[in-house]
């Protein structure tokens, strides 16, 4: 999967709400550094997310799946709430890319173990 086509599905996510709050903006810069991508390309992505017709392009590979799907819950949760629109997506997407129950069960019991072990030790 390209690099700014995950950067899109993920401003795609933070602005299912209607909003983007400070920290899923801070979410955001942080995951595009951590992508190779610049801040054009970050406006690009913020302009295709709030363009008419924005949608999610789904990967290939059960790795990327399941990565795509990790950035997502953390851009869902970066803002303090899940609210329904994004629960929503999140589980079209899971759907759409056949990731069973288990393997989600499995990737949010990895992402708030981290969560809760960074809180500890941060």
């Known amino acids: 999967m390209q690099r700014l086509d995950q ?3 993920l401003v795609i996510m933070a602005a299912a709400d209607g909003t983007l709050a400070q920290a ?3 979410m955001l810069i942080q995951r595009c550094s951590e992508l190779g991508l610049n801040e054009t390309d970050l406006e690009n992505a913020i302009d295709y997310a709030l363009s008419d017709k924005p949608s999610l392009k789904l990967p290939e590979t059960k ?3 399941l990565q795509l799907l990790s950035d997502l819950l953390l851009v869902m949760a ?3 709430r ?3 629109v994004e ?3 999140f589980a079209v997407a899971a759907a759409k890319m056949n990731i069973g129950q288990a393997d ?3 990737l949010i019991d990895r ?3 981290k969560n809760s072990t960074t809180k500890q030790t941060g």
């Open 111 to 113: 992402l708030v173990g």
């Open 87 to 89: 629960k929503r997506l």
């Open 78 to 80: 970066a803002d303090g």
């Open 104 to 106: 989600l069960d499995a």
């Open 24 to 26: 899923e903006i801070a």
């Open 82 to 84: 899940l609210r329904e």
């Open 7 to 9: 950067l899109k599905n």
């Open 63 to 65: 790795e990327e799946k």
